[in-house]
């Protein structure tokens, strides 16, 4: 019997369960720090002072700054959608249907998913990579030896403009993505204008409108509660910040994805 | 002798351990009152953990810190950080908020912590950053426009807003050239003497020999947690203990 390759063999999957056990764990534990943070900051967001004119400063990057983005990507996803809508919908005869199909693709998904994409890949990664700097260079501890608490300053504020500003985002990625549909429809592929609104009226509700725009606070207060705690989780210098922001827009994306499934099936039963 | 009467923070009997691992070692000496005492050490020695625990960001594993009379391991969250505006702070890379202008760097704890009027509060910090020879045309630079040496003074001005009892130095020479090395030790001098009146207590970690023994009222060198050395300045030097013979002959 050959004796010597079965400790090696068993000592290869040991090193491989540990592996896969340590990321498990290591998973867990980056939860739960994730849920603690996210404990401090119903904490400190509920405390005096309350920082207005930090939040409004946030509101201003976060919303008026990305208006321009959102706004280009409502028209572009609204115009695409028609234009591929149509050519299926053709096939059966039923294109005067597309109107009331891309709006509310729209409603319900397109605007608040992609709107919390990008916002995760914009505000989210300047979020962890302005946190983090200051995290490297003491920033962070000099607030802390001023007594004024990081989470409160830093991070409360960011998350309270996002969590406001995308479903403004979010509704206004909707309303241009219908007026890029509307003319696609319209004045490209010439469906009647009559036709396109009457359907659109008939078939959009506001319950569809709500489903979205309800998803869109969530996704908000998640993708900002991820880009200020990888922020404040940065450490080894610029290669740390580095590292940070990546991980806040991978799992800012992840997170909004994920969250979608789960609020959509909840949000379908109830509205 | 140090009157332990006259004391500023007392380290009694301070443990600190990290996972499994020791920092500081049932840590025992007193920082008396309006003097100047430099903590020396090899890096890895405590010496930041020290600093961590004496402004309460870090409470010990055993034993008890009492700064100002007040037991900072008795004292919740939120005292703690109202106890901390008793400290000023200087970092090594002075730690400047990136976003804001030297004055506002300095106006920032007294819009935060204080009800002065905008006008009260330009006056305060002009005076401030005037003190520690910024001028007037430097006021509207962001940090990233200073000079390291320019940006250590501002941090100094900031962390003497609020008037501290306790100023701490986080490596205040390290990194700057001689010239500056010298003009921010001319500065805490200066700083320690200008506020004697009030009361003012300065606390500075180091590597820096040359500097420390010219500066500081005492010397203490930490090794492995422990203080294996506390003298007054002019001894210091003539100690017979032998790793601060090697560190101060490195």
Known sequence: MNTSASPQSSSWIHRRIEKIGRQVIDAVDGLGLIVNFTGRVFYWAFKPPFRLKIVFEQFY???????????????????????????????????SLVGPVVALSLAKELAPVLTGLIVSGRAGSAMA????????????????VMGINGVQYLAVPRIIATTVCMPMLSSLFLF???????????????????????????????SDFYQGFIKSI????????????FGFSVTKGAEGVGRGTNQAVVWGMISVLVLDYFLTSFLVKIL | MIDPNDRAVAVNKVTKIFDGHTVLNNLDFIIPKNKIVTILGFSGAGKSTLLKHIL?????????????????????????REFRRNFGMLFQYAALFDSMTALENVMFPLKEFTKMTPEQMYDHASK????????????????SELSGGMRKRVGLARALALHPHIMLYDEPTTGLDPITTKMVNELIVETQKNNLSRGMTSIIISHDVRATLQISDYVAFLDRGNIVEYLPAAEFAKSNNELVQEFINL
């Open chain 1, 218 to 229: 969530f996704f908000g207060f998640i993708v900002s509660v991820i880009g200020t705690y």
């Open chain 2, 128 to 143: 401030l950053l005037i003190s520690v020879d910024i001028q007037e045309v430097a006021f509207n630079k962001l940090p």
């Open chain 2, 56 to 80: 309460g960001l870090m409470l010990p594993t055993h034993g008890h810190i009492e700064v100002l009379g007040q037991d900072l391991t008795q004292l919740n969250k939120v005292q703690l």
């Open chain 1, 61 to 95: 990057f976060i919303g008026n700054k990305s208006l321009l983005i959102v706004g280009l990507s409502g028209a572009f996803t609204g115009m695409v959608m028609a234009y591929q809508v149509y050519f299926g919908f053709q096939l059966i005869s039923v294109d």
């Open chain 1, 176 to 206: 241009i993505g219908n007026i890029g549909s509307y003319l696609v429809g319209t004045k490209a592929l010439m469906i009647d204008e009559a036709m396109y609104l009457s359907k659109l009226g008939e078939f959009m509700h506001m």
């Open chain 1, 129 to 144: 990579a302005q946190i983090g700097s200051m995290k490297v260079t003491e920033q962070v501890d000099a607030l802390e």
